[in-house]
């Protein structure tokens, strides 16, 4: 009986002991700030933080403010109705923290938002072997088609997105531009203007 008395008062010792070595978690406030390929800022409809610890969100939003965030690392997905969930790792650190999130076009009520995109390449001379190289900026893929004779192209079956366009003549580029296809505001008709030489 003294025995146990004894080592109930070394375990009351151990932990008033470990209590008073630990300092609270901060905890802060994390605004998601989604926005389209060319800069537009998008409504946000579902925002979730992971931690790791488990395959369920530790925290979730439909407003894209979360608060009473533990301070810490976290995974943050985003959702925005036509647009493709968006993953980035996050920092939320004591008091507010924003991020902000570029979403990238998906589908749209279950449809997929294929791009044509046309164009003319100009000023054309000579008889060359000209192509257009269609590379994507966020994401696998990208095609290469022929420039016709007259100068123009046409592509089918492109994703929306933000894409690099080079014009090459006999294998070697002569011209490179940024083109935002499939957006509200992007283009799916580019003219290409080639430099002198």
């Not at 490179?176 to 003219?191: H, S």
Request: include cysteine; charge should be positive.
């Amino acid at each position: 009986m003294r025995f146990r008395g004894v080592l109930l008062l070394v375990s009351s010792i151990l932990l008033a002991g470990e209590c008073r070595n630990v300092t609270p978690l901060q905890q802060g406030t994390l605004e998601v700030i989604a926005y389209d390929s060319i800069g537009n800022r998008l409504p946000v409809g579902d925002a979730e933080l992971f931690d790791g610890s488990k395959e369920e969100p530790r925290y979730t939003t439909r407003t894209g403010v979360l608060q009473h965030v533990d301070e810490g690392h976290y995974t943050l997905h985003a959702h925005v109705a036509g647009f493709k969930s968006a993953m980035s790792r996050v920092y939320v650190a004591p008091g507010k923290t924003q991020v902000r999130v570029q979403m990238q076009l998906g589908t749209i009520t279950g449809c997929p938002t294929y791009v044509t995109l046309r164009g003319k390449v100009s000023p054309i001379s000579g008889r060359k072997d000209r192509w257009l190289k269609i590379t994507p900026l966020h994401g696998p893929g990208g095609t290469d088609t022929p420039i016709q004779p007259d100068g123009s192209f046409h592509v089918e079956g492109l994703d929306g997105g933000q894409y690099l366009l080079i014009v090459t003549e006999d294998g070697k580029p002569r011209h490179m531009q940024v083109v935002n296809l499939g957006g509200f505001n992007g283009p799916d008709t580019v003219n290409l203007k080639l430099p002198p030489g």
